[in-house]
């Protein structure tokens, strides 16, 4: 657990409209927030005394809630809740509702066994310690549906939404012992009614915020009666009115984060004599800006009303705390992170109890998530602690092969290729929320020693791989000072050193590392780069030409020579003073046309087109064609062929056939919606007129990667099904031969995740592969039993 300090700005607020009493609030209900509980911190609660933060994101593990108590030391951890039959992405933690002594826990909407979604009931049996007591009466709904994405618990009486269907289910009883369901609907369908519930003294909120409108019921008779509906002449068109709701007593809060384009609002009602609810006031931000989002979560509670407003300030998010006076609303403070992260969205859930308030941060630690534990005293409110779940990961595989036995090398699905070792992404130096991305490898000539290159979102780890039973970790190198966390991060090696580029990442360049300082390494140390290119500021990746010494970023941007985002090419022949050597584009490709080059392979060439043997020709996957050139003179560059092929989304990656007949290329964005895993087969033989000789579908919808050749074989990278190696002795008829999924949940669809890339280039034989949330796998082709 952290402590941390926060900032407490006082502030006016510019506008209010009326003066409106207030009472002592209860958060019977809790708080929901208007964003999906994807990370720890998506949702929050307080009861008597202990605060529940919900962990709803985790596919390594089931989902959990956190409970923290305050001691002599502070707010530290007491127990964790998960669900009795919990599984791996069953999204439990992902709404929370809480009623003195009794809570209700949702499930994600979407993680549904047959249809059906649980929501868990517990009960306290000691200060911080709690039970599950049983569950609510299952409820038959489409995925659709988004049954138990809010909740809401009374005396005697819980609420679920499902607001997809626009329904609200009523259960009545207590501890494990509950009926019902009964059902709420009202208006249209499709209005969101049930997105948003909040339930005080004898009366039930729902928002509807597609139809901009908060319905108010009130128990009669034994049941639930329709009283009318909270709306607001201010709020209309996408302003989402409703989205978040709280009531107590005489008073009923509604957000609108949509309003103002996305600036956002938050209105007050009081009940009237006859239990019509007036609107009574509006409340927006002093500083607030359009798409802030503020009123995307509200509490409300001893006289204060909490709203959180989580894209503010570029995303870092800030809640407001408003006090209500004699004169109504007079005056808020703000609260932000004293060290602030763009999209951390700070306050985007909320809950509060007396002088206690805990704050969801779910973009925090690169969406990993914390929450913040505020406390009220002399000085106003002030942030006590910081807390965070651990890092979720599959347990190491060090000291012992595991052979892929039946299908499977422990959790992983594999096929003819064994699990030599396996190094979680946490045991790479990696911080909480980072994952890594691309991999390349170094062997030391003079050792012959083994190493791993595993970029990362923040930089780069360098791993021994020597003994692959026992790969050591040896230290890293962080990004470029300045340069922002890249997505993607590629590395490629030439005389010793590496040359690591990242995409999305501003003025970081290209550093260089000298990979020789590995070899003293006994502990793990933190490095700095050798030396450094900025001629060339953001860039996709870096291809070399080990023969002639020459460097080919592709995809640059943001600064130097970009060469309209096409191939800048780099000597490198000092390879620690490497010098600009010029540029090629192809004309009209890429999707603004400027020649941009996603990714490339450059080599001299040896095929069947004599007319170019011995050139030094490039090979670039432009995101809308395959591009050739010859880039022999670097001051004079030629575009030689180029073509396109059927349905062409993202033309992403691809490598020649030794032989350089064929080229492999994958596209990243076609996959899907049932078509299958795609490699390009282009025939190369004549340079100037490439053509598409076959399209090779996989056995899964997973997205390709990266793909390099050894051999007669094509190690593919392909996202959430792993590695794939083809069979390409008839490179126009690849077959699979072999396989190892690095991602044992969830399906092999498409979308990221997974393995993002490769490395089969070892003598040992060993083949190091990156898998972004998991780490490095050290695989090996099973050998016959004799």
């Known amino acids: 657990m952290r402590r941390i300090g926060y900032g407490l700005v006082a502030m006016i607020v510019t506008s209010v409209m009326g003066a409106v009493p207030v009472s002592a609030q209860s958060m019977a209900g809790g708080t929901q927030s208007v964003n999906a509980a994807t990370a720890y911190g998506g949702a929050v609660a307080i009861s008597e005394g202990d605060v529940f933060v919900g962990e709803a994101g985790n596919l390594i593990g089931p989902g959990a809630v956190y409970v923290y108590r305050k001691g002599a030391s502070g707010w530290a951890e007491v127990d964790r809740l998960v669900a009795s039959d919990g599984f791996s992405g069953d999204g439990f933690g992902a709404a929370i509702a809480t009623n003195g002594g009794s809570m209700l826990v949702g499930t994600r909407p979407h993680a549904q066994v047959e249809g059906i979604t649980t929501v868990y009931v517990f009960e306290r049996t000691a200060p911080g310690s709690w039970a599950q007591v049983g569950r609510l009466p299952t409820v038959d709904v489409d995925a659709g549906a988004a049954y138990g994405g809010s909740l809401a618990l009374g005396d005697g009486v819980a609420f679920v939404g499902a607001p997809g269907a626009g329904s609200v289910y009523v259960f009545g009883g207590s501890g494990g012992s509950w009926t019902g369901p009964g059902e709420l609907a009202e208006g249209a369908a499709g209005n969101g009614f049930g997105a948003s519930l909040a339930v005080g003294a004898g009366r039930l909120l729902v928002g509807a915020p597609a139809a901009n409108i908060a319905y108010s019921f009130e128990m009669d008779g034994g049941n639930w009666q329709s009283q009318g509906t909270l709306a607001s002449p201010r709020a209309g068109g996408d302003d989402a009115f409703g989205a ?155 000291g012992g092969q595991v052979d892929c036995s039946e299908g499977e090398a422990t959790a992983f699905s594999c096929s003819d290729y064994d699990l030599v070792s396996f190094l979680p992404v946490a045991d790479m130096g990696v911080p909480r929320g980072v994952n890594v991305n691309d991999i390349w490898g170094w062997v030391d000539p003079d050792t012959g020693r083994e190493y791993a290159l595993v970029g990362r979102k923040d930089g780069t780890s360098f791993v021994d791989v020597t003994d692959p039973l026992q790969p050591r970790y040896l230290g890293q190198l962080w990004r470029t000072e300045g340069s922002p966390l890249a ?199 004549d340079l100037d007129d490439p053509q598409l000789a076959k399209e090779f579908f996989g056995t899964h919808e997973s997205t390709d990667h990266n793909m390099y050749v050894l051999g007669n074989l094509l190690y593919q990278s392909n996202n959430r099904a792993g590695m794939r190696v083809l069979d390409i002795s008839d490179p126009e008829n690849p077959t699979e031969v072999g396989f190892f999924d690095t991602v044992p949940h969830g399906d092999n669809g498409s979308g990221t995740g997974g393995s993002w890339s490769n490395y089969p280039y070892f003598p040992s034989g060993n083949i190091i592969v990156s898998s972004r949330f998991e780490g490095l796998f050290i695989l090996k082709k099973r050998q016959p039993i004799m």
């Open 487 to 685: 997505s993607w991060r590629d590395i490629k090696v030439y005389k010793n050193h590496a040359y690591i580029v990242a995409d999305g990442s501003g003025l970081h360049g290209i550093q260089i590392f000298d990979l020789t300082q590995l070899r003293s390494v006994t502990d793990p140390v933190t490095f700095e780069e050798t030396a450094h290119y900025d001629g060339v500021a953001s860039v996709h990746n870096i291809a070399i030409n080990e023969e002639t010494g020459f460097g080919y970023s592709v995809g640059n941007s943001s600064g130097g020579e970009t060469c309209g985002g096409g191939i800048h090419i780099i000597d490198l022949k000092e390879p620690a003073s490497p010098t600009f050597a010029g540029c090629f584009s192809q004309p009209g490709t890429g999707r603004n046309g400027t020649g941009y080059t996603h990714d490339a392979q450059c080599v001299t060439y040896h095929g069947p087109d004599q007319e170019h043997d011995g050139k030094q020709i490039c090979f670039g996957s432009n995101e809308t064609a395959f591009s050739i050139a010859d880039v022999t003179d670097p001051a004079n560059t030629e575009a030689l062929g180029l073509a396109t092929y059927p349905d062409v989304a993202y033309t992403h990656q691809g490598w020649l056939s030794e032989d350089h007949t064929y080229f492999f290329q994958g596209d990243e964005l076609d996959e899907g919606d049932g078509r299958k895993t795609r490699t390009l087969i282009w025939d190369i033989a």
């Open 244 to 398: 978040s709701v709280t009531i107590e007593g005489g008073m009923a809060v509604v957000s609108a984060p949509g309003h103002n384009q996305s600036e956002g609002a938050v209105f007050t009602f009081q009940a009237d004599g006859d239990g019509e609810w007036d609107p009574a006031g509006q409340l927006v931000a002093f500083d607030g800006f359009q798409r802030d989002g503020f009123g995307s979560a509200i509490a409300l509670d001893s006289g204060d009303l909490w709203v959180g407003s989580p894209r503010a300030s570029n995303r870092n998010g800030a809640a407001y705390v408003f006090s209500a006076g004699a004169e109504g609303w007079t005056g808020a403070a703000k609260l932000s992170d004293s060290d602030p992260e763009a999209g951390d969205a700070f306050a985007s859930a909320l809950a509060v109890r007396g002088d206690v308030a805990v704050i969801g941060v779910v973009g925090a630690d690169l969406g990993a998530g914390t929450a913040t534990i505020f406390e009220r005293g002399a000085q106003g409110w002030q942030a006590a602690d910081v807390v965070v779940s651990d890092m979720e990961q599959y347990a190491a595989v060090l």
